[in-house]
């Protein structure tokens, strides 16, 4: 008997989680659906590729202002293991999508992109602080005749070869225009990065063939501005210039957004 009420005390326990698991969900489905608007027929999806020391959450900011306008967005998580892997992580996204893609890069995912978006489904590409190099270039080439960026300086190479910046840098030089509690987030949640993709070398690069937007970092501790000028100017970008860490997607999301919107519209 008293085996038999546990089991109906257990069923009715279940019952009860199974449906409050419903009812939040329909409350979520009902609250996203009123945050976002409805794709217009033919609109590009967007792809964000992050860069080193950071996850997809780095654009936790500018995702829900682009859904906002029914933009279909889709935030890669890279391994940071390869430009190789990286590249087959931002494909995978690229083919997943619907029709067009606006494939979006920052710092280390500009390098990214550029060989990424050798993808017929690419139609223009944005790059935030970040790399834009040529064929057969690596990152760890561009911009070795300026002084090196005072971030830079401060990584921390663990035994297995991957990089990360300690919690202070991250905050003194990463992310030094958010509030301390949010860089402390930023720290925790980086993705270090294998220190021999920066000695991988591009095979294309598809801005040669893509409209491209840059969004410049005024502010940049990680990237020399004026290297991010010059990689603006090189590959023809429409360019928006922020005074901004070296993440203005954490710090000026509504600016970024807006950049990333204007390429969306320019790529119907």
Do not use: C
């Amino acid at each position: 008997m008293q085996a038999a009420h546990t089991l109906n005390t257990l069923r009715n326990g279940l019952r009860v989680v199974a449906a409050a698991a419903i009812t939040t969900a329909a409350i979520a489905a009902g609250g996203n659906a009123l945050a976002a608007a409805p794709a217009p027929a033919g609109q590009p999806s967007v792809v964000i590729v992050h860069g080193a020391f950071a996850d997809g959450s780095d654009w936790a900011k500018v995702i829900p202002l682009l859904q906002a306008k029914g933009v279909q967005v889709t935030a890669v998580q890279n391994p940071l293991t390869s430009l190789a892997d990286d590249v087959a992580a931002a494909r995978r996204a690229i083919a997943n999508q619907p029709g067009k893609v606006v494939l979006v890069g920052h710092s280390w995912g500009g390098t990214v992109i550029t060989e990424a978006g050798n993808d017929d489904k690419v139609a223009s590409l944005v790059y935030v602080a970040a790399f834009a190099p040529d064929a057969g270039q690596a990152t760890g080439e561009l911009g070795k005749d300026l002084p090196v960026p005072p971030g830079i300086a401060k990584l921390s190479v663990d035994k297995a070869g991957f990089a990360s910046l300690p919690p202070a840098a991250l905050r003194q030089d990463f992310a030094q225009d958010v509030p301390a509690a949010q860089a402390a987030v930023m720290a925790a949640t980086q993705g270090p990065i294998a220190m021999k993709a920066f000695g991988d070398k591009t095979t294309a690069a598809a801005w040669k063939t893509r409209p491209s937007w840059y969004i410049v970092s005024k502010n940049d501790r990680m990237i020399q501005p004026d290297l991010e000028r010059a990689f603006a100017k090189k590959i023809g970008a429409k360019t928006t210039e922020l005074a901004a860490s070296h993440v203005p997607q954490q710090s000026r999301p509504a600016d970024v957004a807006k950049v990333i919107l204007e390429a969306v519209a320019a790529s119907k």
